[in-house]
């Protein structure tokens, strides 16, 4: 079973399926949909990175804490972290969604996970959703620098490539659908020297690039 494979990654498994289900769905697709879970994750996620950041930046004050949370909740990390699940091949999505490539928007994705962090709230409490957020979260909080944001995926990319000496990635935009109010582009991303080539998809080709070179970086770390 495909959410089999979900819980697994996301490292939580639901007692109550229908909560699952509703989190997953979205509001294309049909009634219950996730955007009440979405609010109720919304909440739990910023509470669990507030007093994580709290307990691992004890000297920081309220304003760098503040930047801190709102760089690590933004819809790009949130993007990141449903990208690292797969988490766009279990949602539900309605024919038009479907057909515009919906499983690939940032925004839904991103929605996506903060409704399951929410379902995880009503399926075993506040801790239990919190463990789950600070798991996928840890290695980004370590990461972390007072005064520094969180690096989108293109400059960490680059950074990355740099520091080996080797050349830059180049993207290049292979296809383009949609009208013109709401296309939707597809780019690849190639780096010769590591005979990567990956692909990203988007509703600009800012989006596109972004997620071709997310996609690039995981293929580095698990090869």
């Known amino acids: 079973m495909t959410e089999r494979r979900l819980e697994k990654a996301f490292g939580y498994t639901f007692r109550d ?43 920081l004050p309220e304003g760098d804490l503040s930047r801190l949370r709102a760089n690590l909740v933004r819809q790009d990390s949130l993007h990141r972290q449903a990208l690292a699940l797969s988490l766009g091949d279990h949602l539900l999505l309605g024919e038009g969604e479907q057909k515009s490539g919906g499983h690939r928007r940032p925004s839904i994705l991103a929605d ?36 520094q944001g969180i690096k989108d995926a293109k400059t960490r990319l680059q950074e990355y490539l740099q520091g080996r000496r080797l050349a830059l990635p180049q993207y290049a935009l292979i ?28 509703s600009t080709r800012r989006a596109a690039e972004q997620v071709a070179a997310e996609r690039a970086l995981a293929g580095m770390a698990s090869s």
């Open 17 to 59: 399926r229908e909560l699952l289900q509703t989190a997953l769905t979205h509001r294309s697709y049909s009634s219950p949909h996730n955007e009440r879970l979405e609010f109720l994750g919304d909440a739990v996620l910023n509470a669990a990175i507030a007093r994580r950041l709290f307990e691992h930046f004890p000297n």
């Open 175 to 202: 296809n383009t659908e949609g009208e013109a109010h709401a296309q939707h582009f597809t780019v690849t991303c190639t780096i010769e020297a590591l005979r990567i080539c990956s692909e990203g998809s988007g």
């Open 112 to 147: 996506a996970l903060e409704a399951l962090f929410g379902a995880v709230w009503l399926d075993a409490g506040f801790d239990a959703a919190s463990e789950v957020i600070l798991r996928l979260y840890q290695d980004m909080i370590v990461k972390l620098a007072p005064g």
